[in-house]
């Protein structure tokens, strides 16, 4: 049951068809263009651990987490609307001081850009939605990045 609940949460804001079609998406930049700080995956990082907690004993909320999951998200604009189909999901994020677009995009970014730190070669091929400087600051924080639980998994 807990890593059920894990991977549907970390599915919920990293969604695979959305991954598939970012090139073709107008809304990339918004990927592209925000600025990764170590405040802001850490305040994820404590929303992700809650959320998670919380969905082990809370059927609702963990039934919500499914559904958000389950949703085949087309564009970056889907994605980011999932926070208001989801509100008790989003309420967790929320509170930690994220927007609905770092709630639900968040993890993309950092997983992209990642990606890109670690497989410089892939930038050419992620150039739209990885710009340079996620890319650095992953390198430069990736022994933090990997010890937070939603990036890790655990």
Known sequence: MKKTVLAAAIALCATPALADQIDND?????????????????AYD????????????????????????????????QTIGKMDHFPRVYAFFQKQGLTKTEASLLPLIVMDACVVAQYPTAQAGMAKE???GQAVFCKANMAAIKGMHFFSGQ
């Open 130 to 132: 990885v710009a340079p």
């Open 46 to 77: 404590v929303a992700y651990g809650a959320l998670t907690t919380a969905a082990k004993s809370d059927k609702g909320l963990q039934a919500d987490v499914a559904k958000a999951s389950a949703e085949n998200d087309q564009t970056i604009a």
């Open 26 to 42: 107008p809304s990339v930049h918004i990927m592209h263009d925000y600025v990764l700080t170590v405040p802001k995956l850490k």
